[in-house]
């Protein structure tokens, strides 16, 4: 069984920021896609960053202000997040997807406020 584990999160002040991290673990399979989503207060889950194979994506509200990035055995995804703005306030999940099946970590939560 697939496990994610997140790391990274806590408050920030406006203009900060922070670095996720997630470890996947019971696998010996390279994941198709993996990445983190994000949901807001009363809002549905989105998509921040993530990547589909080798290619990455990002949501545009996050462009040039996240960057994502992996290690190369494929085990774990980072979210650094800079020039962090209060609309970033929110729990961030982890996501790996090894063909049909699709992963979510506990969820970590990010507040920026000042």
């Known amino acids: 069984q697939v496990q994610l584990e997140e790391s990274g999160g806590g408050l920030v002040q406006p203009g900060g920021s922070l670095r996720l991290s997630c470890v996947a673990s019971?696998?010996?399979?390279?994941?198709?896609?993996m990445g983190w989503y994000r949901q807001a207060p009363g809002k549905e889950r989105e998509l921040a960053a993530r990547y589909v194979g080798a290619i990455i994506e990002y949501a545009d509200s996050v462009k040039g202000r996240f960057s994502i990035s992996r290690d190369n055995a494929l085990k774990t995804v980072y979210l650094q997040m800079n020039d962090l703005k209060p609309d970033d306030t929110g729990v961030y999940y982890c996501?790996?997807?090894?063909?049909?099946?699709?992963?979510w970590g506990q969820g970590i939560q990010v507040t920026v406020s000042s």
């Open positions: 019971g696998t010996v399979f390279a994941p198709n896609a």
């Open positions: 996501n790996f997807l090894y063909g049909p099946s699709k992963y």
